[in-house]
């Protein structure tokens, strides 16, 4: 009923920049935040940065400054600006729908989508 794909990983050079979309789609309603989440070689997965329907924003202390975090409502997609990236930075990143109300469904859902690779190395 409700997809999430990410798109936009790659390998890049310490310093460098790169840029996630997220797109939500299906027979979605409302969804109150969506954000980004990596989990790097043998790390658990961490939080990057959230956004809220509100335009609220939270980001990982080791991103603020570094990171952006942007949301179009009416499309459903989150776009994740990384800027002077490290090798710390390299992880799979997972774009989170949260509290997700479903068309014709009672409650409200999470979905993730299947991550995207950054690598960071010169």
């Known amino acids: ?7 936009g990983g790659g390998l890049v050079q310490p310093g ?5 979309s997220c797109a939500a789609s299906g027979s979605i309603f409302s969804i109150y935040a969506m954000g980004w989440y990596r989990q790097g070689p043998g790390k658990q997965r961490e939080l990057v940065a959230t ?3 509100g335009g609220n924003t939270n980001y990982a202390d080791s991103v ?3 990171f952006t975090i942007s949301r179009d409502n009416a499309k459903n997609t989150v776009i994740l600006q ?3 990236l490290k090798p710390g930075d390299t992880a ?3 774009c ?6 479903v068309i014709q469904r009672q409650g409200e859902y999470i979905y993730w989508g299947q991550g995207t690779q950054v690598a960071v190395s010169s």
């Open 1 to 7: 009923q409700v997809q999430v794909v990410e798109s």
């Open 16 to 20: 460098g920049s790169l840029r996630l």
């Open 51 to 53: 956004i809220t329907s």
């Open 64 to 66: 603020k400054g570094r």
């Open 82 to 84: 990384m800027n002077s």
């Open 92 to 94: 799979v990143y997972y």
């Open 96 to 101: 989170k729908a949260d509290r997700v109300r």
